[in-house]
Structures are given as C-alpha cells and as structure tokens.
C-alpha cells in the first residue's frame, strides 16, 4: 500500500534527518511507530502524508506520490496530529465545513464515535478541554473511511476511560483495505493494539518487524540471574527483565518498552535476527 | 479480561476462549463471537485474535464456517481438555513439582487441599 525508496529528508542541509531509507507498509495492520524524542516520528508521518517534501527518494501512497497533494489521495488520508488548531465554531458547522472534502464520510459513524466519546455536540470546540478536542479529531478522522490513518500519539491528553474507548473504536476500525500507523511513546496503552513494531533510530529504521517474528525470534522473561544467553536486560525488583534468544521455541510476552530500549542500547547485537 | 506479562497474548486468549468451553458458557455447535468483536471487546488487535482462532481450528476445537464465523466443534470439551492437559504436564507441572520438592509438601497434604479447593469451587 505505502513504499518508501531510499528517502532522504532533513529540515537542515548539514542535518539529516532520514538517510536513504527504505520500507513498506501493508493494509490490514496497525504500525506502532517507535523512537526517541526528535528521531523524526513526526516527521516520517508528514512525509507520508504530503506535508513536507523528501529531499530525494520515492514515495508512493497508494500509486500517489504524496508531494503532490492529489484530491484522490487526501480524501483516502486522515492525519490526527499532535498539535492542533481548531476554530470557534461548534462540531455541526465543522462538520459542514470539512466533511465534503472526505467522499466516504460517514455521519452516522461519526455521532456514534462522538456518543462513545461522551462528547456534548452543542459545545463550541474551543470551549472544550484538550482531551475532548483530541477525541473529536479522532473520531473526525476515523469516520472519514479513509484508507491510509495516521495518528500522532493519539493518547496523548486521553482521560483513563477514553484511552479503553479508543482500543476498542481502534481495534473496531482495523479492516483489511486499512493501514493504520500510530507513533506513540506511551506503548502501554497500546501495545495489545499494534501489531507490526517500527523502530526509528540514528537516520533511519532500526527495526520493522510483526509481534509474532519478534516474539519467535526473542523471548522476554524475567531472570533471577544474568547468564551470558541474553541480549539484553533492565534490573528489577526480582532479578532482571531479559531478552535473548528464543532457543526453545517459548512463546513469550512481548514487552515493547523493554524491546525499543534492546534496540536503541544493543543495535548491532540484534541486526542478525532481522533482515 | 486481565493480560498476564509473562504469556503471549493470543495464547492468554486462547485460554479465555478455552475457559469458555470448558464452562459450556458456549456450548458445542455455537458460534463463537467474530474476530472483530473478541478484538473490540479485548481491546487487541483483530490480527492476534485471528492468530488465535487459528491455533483453536487447528486444535479442532472450533472450525470456520464459510461465510457465517467460527463454531464450537462438537467435540471442543474434549479437544479442549486435551491441549490443556499437554501443555499442563508440559510447562506448568514441572514448577510445580520443584515447589513440591523444595518445601517438602507431602502428597497426604496435597490431596487434602485438592479435595477441599475441589468441595469449596466446583460442588456449590
């Protein structure tokens, strides 16, 4: 659905950001999109979008290229930032506003996902708290239908009730024409919802991989003791949480936080189990 | 439903479904629920869902139906008891014979607890 060819991209000549980077993205799978503060989440999301310009590389969007701003590619991309602006109207006149650009919007979806959300329709949407505007973009987003959903840590300013809401209208919105990628650093609200990991990392993707080859070739446990099998560990309370090998073909749990720091610390330790 | 942290989540699920069975809350020949709503109502990913359903279809312990979802098979009690015995005797038996082992808990001990937790949780 989404091929990246050796992007380069910077907002500084001296300073790349992205080096030559490469990779694809299929329909029918929630991308959690990993990395450290400025490795360039947020701007790896705007390059697929069309909001900034590669400096040279490729990119196709489904068979668009997204510098191009091309109507029928917009109306199949809905891009929930991390920052927002929304003006002094109240949802009925946004909607007004906005819906046309979007030919599959669904209203009726739209009132459903604003019920769930417990959001008021009558308020005026600056009057709201962050947290309420978020959930109106989100579902704003959602019930364009588009093909391609990119969210920009969408749990961010979500009370602890909404952040059950939105797994559930997430886990409701996956259908197998629908690519959805969310960059996150709070990987514990969602780790049971994404399903392929990419890692960002010095210029360029340090790891994309499925849950299920992560958790075949590594298994996460905690150890009472280190032993020299394991790739990786953080102290804990009763020992270590670790990563190594999966040498028995144990079926662990993978834990994301642990995993993102295994990469980032031992790099060139892992680069042999993934190609 | 709580996720434990040290077992894969398909398999935490698996479990749940399993649990199900064994509790004839869904009885053979039904439907299970679809991979969307155990997703919804789990909160995961339908793809982990998928994966589960998968291992249970190849468990026979449910069997898709083209076109209209997933059922429980007719002999899903069995099949059920069956994989959750192997992977009993398998991977938790032995932590719990080291247990055994190194507190020297006695058999006598053992079948007098197991007789009382059977009388006080199954034969209200």
Same mark, same amino acid.
């Given at each position: 659905m989404i091929k990246v060819n050796n992007l380069n991209f910077g907002y500084s000549k001296h300073q790349p950001l992205f080096k030559n980077m490469s990779f694809q993205l299929s329909?029918?799978?929630?991308?959690?999109?990993?990395?450290?503060?400025?490795?360039?989440?947020?701007?790896?999301?705007?390059?697929?979008?069309?909001?900034?310009?590669?400096?040279?590389?490729? +990119?196709?969007?489904?068979?668009?290229?997204?510098?191009?701003?091309?109507? %029928?590619?917009?109306?199949? $991309?809905?891009? #929930?930032? /991390?920052?927002?602006?929304?003006?002094a109207i109240k949802i009925d006149a946004y909607l007004k506003?906005?819906?046309?650009?979007?030919?599959?919007?669904?209203?009726?979806?739209?009132?459903?996902?604003?019920?769930?959300?417990?959001?008021?329709?009558?308020?005026?949407?600056?009057?709201?708290?962050?947290?309420?505007?978020?959930?109106?973009?989100?579902?704003?987003?959602?019930?364009?239908?588009?093909?391609?959903?990119?969210?920009?840590?969408?749990?961010?300013?979500?009370d602890i009730p909404s952040k059950t809401q939105f797994r559930k209208i997430m886990a409701s919105a996956l259908t197998d024409d629908r690519c959805i990628v969310i960059s996150?650093?709070?990987?514990?609200?969602?780790?049971? +919802?994404?399903?392929?990991?990419?890692?960002?990392?010095?210029?360029?993707? %340090?790891?994309?991989?499925? $849950?299920?080859? #992560?958790? /075949?070739?590594?298994?996460?446990?905690?150890?009472?003791?280190?032993?020299?099998?394991?790739?990786?560990?953080?102290?804990?309370?009763?020992?270590?949480?670790?990563?190594?090998?999966?040498?028995?073909?144990?079926?662990?749990?993978?834990?994301?936080?642990?995993?993102?720091?295994?990469?980032?610390?031992?790099?060139?330790?892992?680069?042999?189990?993934?190609? | 439903m709580e996720f434990r942290d040290n077992k894969a989540i398909y398999l935490q699920i698996a479990d749940y479904v399993c649990e199900h069975i064994l509790l004839e809350k869904w009885k053979a020949d039904e439907k299970v629920p679809s991979v969307r709503e155990m997703a919804v109502e789990l909160e995961v990913n339908p793809n982990t869902i998928m994966r589960t359903y998968e291992l249970l279809q190849q468990?026979?312990?449910?069997?898709?139906?083209?076109?209209?979802?997933?059922?429980?098979?007719?002999?899903?009690i069995d099949q059920v008891k069956n994989f959750r015995k192997a992977h009993f005797m398998d991977h938790e038996l032995p932590v719990l014979f080291r247990n055994i082992y190194l507190l020297n808990i006695s058999f006598e001990e053992l079948k007098s607890k197991y007789e009382t937790f059977v009388n006080e949780n199954f034969n209200a």
């Open positions: 329909a029918g799978h929630i991308y959690g999109l990993l990395g450290k503060n400025g490795a360039g989440k947020s701007s790896l999301l705007k390059n697929l979008a069309g909001l900034v310009y590669a400096k040279s590389g490729t +990119l196709d969007v489904f068979g668009f290229d997204p510098s191009s701003r091309q109507p %029928a590619m917009l109306e199949q $991309i809905c891009f #929930i930032p /991390e920052e927002f602006y929304l003006p506003a906005n819906a046309p650009f979007y030919k599959n919007f669904n209203h009726d979806y739209f009132t459903d996902l604003m019920k769930e959300f417990d959001i008021p329709v009558s308020q005026k949407l600056t009057n709201m708290s962050y947290g309420q505007k978020k959930k109106v973009i989100i579902a704003f987003g959602l019930a364009t239908q588009a093909k391609l959903i990119i969210m920009d840590e969408p749990t961010n300013g979500l996150t650093h709070q990987v514990r609200d969602l780790d049971n +919802l994404i399903d392929t990991v990419i890692i960002l990392d010095e210029n360029n993707i %340090a790891l994309q991989a499925s $849950i299920e080859e #992560i958790t /075949e070739k590594l298994t996460f446990k905690k150890v009472k003791e280190m032993d020299p099998s394991i790739i990786y560990a953080e102290p804990s309370l009763s020992g270590f949480h670790a990563v190594m090998p999966n040498y028995h073909q144990e079926d662990s749990k993978l834990d994301m936080e642990l995993l993102f720091n295994a990469i980032l610390t031992e790099k060139t330790k892992f680069k042999p189990y993934f190609n | 468990q026979n312990i449910i069997s898709n139906k083209r076109g209209i979802g997933f059922f429980v098979t007719e002999k899903a």
